[in-house]
């Protein structure tokens, strides 16, 4: 992708009234692969500057058809003005900290989430291996709030990794619902075929992007999960 490119997406972002170009990568992914229908609950991780919530809003269809959207990041996330609705709210915590039962009470009526977004990702050091390792960990994070200790292992590596790790909420039930979605965002890296098969017993559809609008200097891949088992 051209830097032309790049600079088409951030011009059309201020046009449009979104707040961040990577609102675009979210477009492209619910228009590809249906992620977010009317009424979902969207629970979107690392989620400031807020441009993966107003497109989430947007997905959820009319005010009426209810739904909900909820943000977490480090940082004070602001609600967006624009594509934005009384349906969003964010809340400021560290989600490596973030217990799978805390999650839970962030969502409509504590019963979990339909659709769980991680467009987390590490400053860039410029170190690939370190980079690619944070990475990593924040998307095991991602999926671990996700699923949890919900299903069988199927006996590869990955799968140890997490139903073995020294989190205290390790052995409890993630925060999708069944039939839910998972869009999680990694670092190009070897670690993305354990990932996909840690996925692929637990979804019935498991896929690879990288959308239009990703930099065509960035390492950055999305990892698509649909309708969890």
């Not at 619910?30 to 989430?56: E, H, M, R, Y």
């Not at 790790?165 to 070897?190: A, M, Q």
Request: contains cysteine.
């Amino acid at each position: 992708m051209s830097g032309g490119t790049a600079d088409f997406f951030y011009r059309e972002a201020q046009r449009l009234g979104y707040v961040a170009r990577s609102a675009f990568k979210l477009l492209q992914l619910q228009k590809q692969f249906k992620l977010i229908s009317g009424g979902a609950s969207v629970l979107d991780l690392g989620c400031a500057p807020g441009a993966w919530l107003q497109v989430a809003c947007q997905s959820l269809g009319p005010l009426e058809k209810g739904g909900a959207v909820v943000g977490v990041d480090l940082k004070k996330v602001k609600v967006p003005s624009h594509h934005c609705d009384l349906r969003v709210r964010t809340v400021c915590a560290d989600v490596m900290d973030l217990m799978k039962s805390q999650a839970r009470e962030l969502s409509p009526q504590g019963k979990g989430f339909s659709v769980v977004l991680s467009d987390m990702c590490p400053v860039v050091s410029g170190i690939t291996t370190k980079d690619s390792a944070i990475s990593c960990e924040l998307g095991k994070r991602a999926l671990s709030l996700a699923v949890g200790a919900s299903l069988p292992v199927s006996g590869n590596k990955i799968d140890e990794e997490f139903l073995d790790s020294s989190e205290p909420d390790s052995n409890e039930d993630g925060v999708l619902r069944r039939g839910g979605n998972v869009v999680i965002k990694l670092l190009e890296s070897e670690e993305m075929q354990g990932f996909g098969n840690f996925c692929k017993p637990r979804f019935k559809k498991v896929s690879w992007s990288r959308p239009k609008a990703t930099r065509s200097s960035s390492r950055e891949i999305y990892l698509i999960c649909q309708g969890l088992r």
